[in-house]
């Protein structure tokens, strides 16, 4: 006889269905709350000491200007600023390459600055986000390491 | 009597096994998947640049400090807390931020702004940033934009 029935004819059973329905009840949980994200990636930012920590004393490169203005159309125009230079470009990816003529390299004698020259990026209260960030990616892509927003004069916490 | 079984009524009974294995492993697949930070990363519309050329987000302890617009306002969050429009809620997040900072002077700070808003929208939020770091009394803070990889595809 088999040792799981019970002499009066029971039969010991495992019950299954609970077990599947907090199966199913899981997966449907994490079917529902799963969010596969888009590959996020980051720029390391050097804000700039704004205030009370920068130190008055310290004697500091005057910093590679990339003025960003809100045009028409949600256009952005830009223009590089800096020691002896001002220049406009038509779009990131002139600036990149602008910037890069710029920067000192081994075995050209066009650069000016080293990749550690202060960049700052000067967006106006207009400009966009997207803009301001793609001209802090023409900096990094140019090769410079030292790279920062402007304050804006005009800009309020949540407006 | 069933024609098909001769020695008695046909049972027709349907294999369970097969189908709570692939239960339990599509639950390990989303247990593994599943991020439960959700509230950090609230989904954004994040800057696309043509050609980026930014470092990939390694999976580690950071403070997240989401911009998102809703409506026509927009909407600045430390994690899940979110701050009131104004100067106060700018002062409150400054010493949210502070706070954080000073216990783990280490942890970046990622900025996390959706790519519409204006530079007067975001640019309070770095000013926060860099005053907290004055507060916390730290010489360096770890601030990151973040933006997403690949250009083309809108995120969410």
């Not at chain 1, 230079?85 to 890069?100: H, K, P, T």
């Not at chain 2, 400090?65 to 026509?72: A, F, H, Q, S």
């Not at chain 2, 994690?79 to 002077?105: E, V």
Request: proline fraction near 6%; include cysteine.
């Amino acid at each position: 006889m088999n040792r799981l029935r019970a002499a009066n004819g029971f039969r010991l059973q495992l019950a299954m269905t609970p077990m599947i329905d907090v199966v199913f009840l899981l997966l449907v949980f994490f079917v529902c709350t799963v969010r596969f994200e888009r590959g996020e990636a980051v720029y390391q930012l050097d804000l700039p000491a704004r205030g009370a920590s920068a130190d008055p004393l310290a004697l500091q490169d005057a910093p590679l200007q990339v003025i960003l203005r809100a045009g028409a159309d949600e256009q952005c125009t830009i223009e590089l600023k800096g020691d002896g230079i001002a220049q406009s470009v038509g779009d990131f990816d002139a600036l990149a390459m602008a910037m890069e003529k710029l920067r000192r390299r081994p075995g050209a004698a066009d650069g000016l600055f080293e990749s550690a020259h202060p960049i700052l990026i000067v967006p106006t209260a207009a400009t966009q986000w997207q803009h301001a960030v793609e001209g802090f990616n023409a900096a990094v892509r140019a090769g410079f390491q030292n790279i920062g927003f402007a304050p804006s004069a005009d800009a309020k916490f949540q407006t | 009597m069933s024609l098909l079984y001769a020695r008695g009524t046909a049972r027709i009974d349907s294999n369970l096994t097969p189908l709570i294995d692939l239960a339990f492993l599509l639950i390990v697949f989303f247990i593994l998947v599943t991020r439960m930070s959700g509230e950090q990363t609230p989904p954004i519309n994040l800057p696309q640049p043509d050609h980026p050329a930014m470092t990939p987000a390694r999976a580690q302890p950071r403070l997240t400090v989401n911009l998102m617009v809703e409506g026509d306002k927009t909407v600045v969050s430390l994690g899940s807390r979110r701050f009131a429009p104004g100067d106060a809620g700018q002062r409150d997040l400054t010493l949210a931020i502070a706070q954080r900072i000073r216990l783990d002077p280490a942890l970046p700070v990622d900025v996390r702004a959706d790519r519409s808003l204006r530079y007067a929208a975001v640019e309070p939020t770095l000013h926060a940033i860099a005053q907290a770091a004055t507060q916390a009394g730290l010489g360096h803070l770890t601030v990151r934009v973040c933006a997403l990889e690949v250009k083309g595809v809108a995120h969410e």
